[in-house]
């Protein structure tokens, strides 16, 4: 009892009419067969339109900080220019003092209880005006 199973490499089609030269039915390997890759290029299917939409986002968030920055900035510059000699004064070292003396690039400061110690100090440098003195 030798019984030898012979498969074909191409498994025969079904003539659709009977009639040669008529279209053909797809064997069932031919229907789950998966859908030949598309050739897209660098990005494939990821497509440049999502590249496109992250830099819009990407852009719009630096233009907000950047204005944000802007204006924070102008903020102070123009708290530094308003400034007069006898206002009280915050620098960016935490000391706070009174401005005697106003110059091109500086103020002259005066800090501590008694009043004694006057220090110039470059305009950028002072911060902010508090609203209240400290004792």
């Known amino acids: 009892m030798n019984t030898d199973i012979i498969l074909a490499a191409n498994p025969p089609t079904t003539i659709i009419g009977g009639q040669p030269g008529a279209t053909t039915a797809t064997t069932t390997t031919e229907a789950n067969a998966p859908a030949p890759a598309q050739d897209g290029g660098f990005l494939g299917a990821f497509g440049w339109n999502w590249i496109l939409i992250y830099i819009v986002i990407f852009g719009g968030y630096i233009w907000f900080m950047m204005r944000n920055n802007r204006k924070k900035q102008q903020k102070v510059e123009e708290m530094r220019?308003?400034?007069?000699v006898g206002d009280d004064v915050c620098t960016t070292g935490g000391l706070i003092g009174k401005i005697?003396?106003?110059d091109d690039t500086t103020f002259?400061?005066?800090f501590?209880?008694?009043?004694?110690?006057?220090i110039p100090v470059i305009k950028s440098e002072v911060v902010a005006a508090p609203s209240t003195t400290q004792p």
Do not use: A, P, S, W
């Not at 220019?81 to 007069?84: E, R, S, T």
């Not at 501590?112 to 006057?118: C, D, E, I, Q, S």
């Open 108 to 110: 002259v400061i005066e």
């Open 81 to 84: 220019q308003g400034l007069q």
């Open 100 to 102: 005697v003396d106003i």
């Open 112 to 118: 501590g209880t008694n009043k004694g110690v006057r």
